[in-house]
């Protein structure tokens, strides 16, 4: 079966970095995909992972390891609008079949 | 460029009606998704459909049909509605042919929340 984890809710202060973790066991990989979602909105892509390592996009930055089965997104400078859901989802099949985890709420406070 | 379109935005089922969720994709994507987002939880995989054809059937009874027409629009259809059916369908395009060639991500609709009462 599949299975991704990661935590349900984080809070962080303005300016502060945080982290969101999340862990899979899947039947294959062929790449991990962070989207953000507004509360009432689309979820929007972020940033895609198929090789070990970072990446960095901006204030965003995503890292893989795919002996671990483990992913971390990285949001540094947080700002009032990065509030929203984080969802991890990993594609285990052919073409872009994605299995999600539960999302990471974020809630940054002043 | 338009995004993804999803019409309607808002749907009000009673149990055992039918619907029909449609779906037009980002010029030039030929791949449309779909999936059901339950209130609280991540998005689950119901559909894949390329150039007409389904590629992938995520793990949702036979009540669940869909089918893209020749200009990659899509149409997802669910019968014999039941409350567990109330969530937010959103739709997703990509230029990802669906059998693994390389990794687009997907760009999604605003979805269309149904509530079956």
């Known amino acids: 079966g599949q299975n991704i984890d990661q935590p349900t809710e984080m809070t962080a202060t303005e300016g502060a970095i945080v982290q969101i973790n999340c862990t899979y066991q899947t039947s294959g990989f062929n790449g991990l995909f962070w989207y953000q979602q507004h509360a009432g909105e689309a979820p929007t892509f972020l940033s895609y992972?198929?090789?070990?390592g970072l990446e960095e996009k901006g204030r965003f930055s995503s890292f893989l390891s795919r002996s671990k089965g483990y992913s971390y997104l990285l949001l540094k400078e947080l700002q009032m609008k990065d509030s929203a859901s984080y969802l991890c989802?990993?594609?285990?099949?052919?073409?872009?079949?994605?299995?999600f985890g539960g999302g990471t709420r974020v809630l940054v406070k002043p | 460029d338009a995004g993804v379109t999803q019409s309607p935005t808002h749907l009000i089922k009673t149990r055992g009606q039918h619907v029909t969720l449609r779906c037009s994709p980002i010029?030039?994507?030929?791949?449309v998704s779909w999936y059901q987002q339950v209130l609280g939880q991540g998005p689950q995989f119901i559909f894949q459909y390329y150039e007409k054809e389904e590629r992938g059937r995520g793990n949702f009874p036979d009540r669940f049909s869909a089918r893209q027409f020749p200009n990659y629009s899509s149409e997802l259809n669910v019968n014999a509605l039941l409350l567990g059916d109330s969530a937010l369908y959103l739709c997703?395009?990509?230029?990802?042919?669906?059998?693994?060639?390389?990794?687009?991500?997907?760009?999604f609709g605003n979805g269309t929340r149904l509530t079956v009462t």
């Open positions: 997703a395009s990509s230029t990802d042919r669906g059998q693994g060639g390389h990794n687009s991500p997907l760009h």
């Open positions: 992972n198929v090789l070990d």
């Open positions: 989802a990993v594609n285990s099949a052919a073409g872009n079949k994605l299995t």
């Open positions: 010029s030039g994507h030929k791949s």
